[in-house]
């Protein structure tokens, strides 16, 4: 199981990651600025964020992970076919927001079944599965850049719902349904501990987020090629092959709260490098960022599924990505009409070392022993 779910989550993670590489073309056609393109980026995984917990719940209490799962790739699929066919900027909004929902079903389910298959090792065999969406992470930019230049933006984007089909049928086939919880409510599922760790991970995780975002307009403005600019962005996200399953590993170890405590203070000390630096130095500091970000994927969803019984995974998993999700919609307007506002998209980028600074704060007060707490926010 392990092994097809690694095989999917490339394919997701790649899906997850192409945006980016499309932005300055997209922007060129619809003569788009920063701040629009933070809608955009807003509205690609809005649902993402706002339906992982209710989705996730749903496959907890219907048994229906695969069903969810394979659902979620064709509907996925069929977003990317209807941006490759808009005809102005507010469509291809719109459209975006089924790639989001597509996306909202992945983790929840994928994680739930392997905390379920692995529960003594799931820091390290969650790395294990991170390392696939390692590969669909970097190899996105650079392939959609290639593909860009060849084909143009809309093939391009109609390209990528063909892998997509291919992993619901290959999930659809290979993986088994699970038992219905029928009392597994995501009021259940519901702790302070989990909102603040939920929080904690996505404060620090939206300053990567940002960065990988906006980071090939960034370059291109600044006169780098898109291709060269997609290709630095897939050399940058590379490093995520290893940060996963090594954050992973270290969760087993020194568990969830000080692996994110480390990883915060690496951020705000490379955000800092960033904003005084330029140049290769620059871009060192957004290679650091990526991969301390990348690290902490299979960390808050380990620590998630610590924080809920084994019946409610799917929920907890997808409260602490879905918040995460949300938060970093919501920052991607905010740092493009900044970015605008100062006519400056990296000075906008290093104004996110605050959330960093916050999410360090929380993490001090988590506590690395904390497993599932019996008492539901009221």
């Not at 140049?279 to 620590?303: E, K, R, T």
């Not at 995460?324 to 009409?337: D, E, F, I, N, W």
Request: with cysteine; aromatic share 10%.
């Amino acid at each position: 199981m392990l092994t097809v779910l690694v095989g999917v989550h490339v394919v997701n993670d790649f899906s997850v990651t192409v945006l980016p590489a499309f932005l300055p073309a997209v922007a060129e056609e619809f003569d788009l600025d920063y701040s629009e393109l933070g809608i955009l980026s807003f509205a690609f995984v809005l649902l993402t964020g706002v339906m992982q917990p209710a989705l996730g719940n749903y496959a907890d209490r219907a048994g229906r992970r695969r069903f969810v799962l394979v659902g979620g790739f064709l509907v996925g699929a069929g977003g990317f076919l209807a941006m490759a066919v808009a005809q102005s900027f507010w469509f291809i909004v719109a459209v975006s927001l089924f790639c989001g929902l597509g996306q909202a079903t992945y983790h929840p389910q994928a994680s739930a079944l392997i905390v379920d298959t692995y529960p003594d090792r799931r820091g390290r065999s969650l790395g294990i599965h991170g390392w696939g969406g390692s590969v669909g992470h970097f190899t996105a930019p650079a392939a959609v850049v290639f593909t860009v230049a060849a084909f143009g933006w809309r093939w391009a984007m109609a390209a990528i719902a063909i892998p997509m089909v291919l992993a619901a049928a290959l999930s659809r086939i290979r993986l088994q349904e699970t038992a219905p919880s029928p009392n597994a409510t995501l009021r259940g599922a519901l702790s302070r501990p989990l909102l603040i760790a939920a929080v904690a991970f996505g404060l620090v995780g939206i300053v990567g987020q940002s960065f990988k975002i906006f980071m090939v307009k960034m370059l291109v403005d600044e006169g780098w090629t898109e291709t060269s600019a997609g290709v630095l962005l897939t050399v940058i996200l590379l490093g995520g092959a290893i940060s996963q399953p090594l954050g992973g590993w270290a969760f087993d170890r020194i568990g969830g709260p000080r692996v994110l405590q480390i990883a915060a203070i690496a951020t705000i000390i490379l955000v800092a490098v960033f904003a005084v630096s330029s140049g290769a130095i620059a871009l060192v500091a957004v290679a650091g960022i990526s991969f301390f970000q990348f690290s902490l994927f299979p960390v808050s969803l380990a620590q998630a599924s610590r924080l809920a019984s084994a019946e409610r995974t799917g929920g907890a998993t997808g409260l602490v990505f879905g918040v995460s999700g949300l938060m970093t919609a919501v920052t991607q307007p905010a740092v493009g009409a900044l970015g605008e506002a100062l006519d400056d998209i990296r000075l906008a980028l290093v104004w996110l070392m605050p959330a960093a600074i916050v999410g360090l704060v929380l993490a001090l007060g988590m506590r690395a022993g904390e497993v599932v707490s019996p008492d539901p926010v009221k």
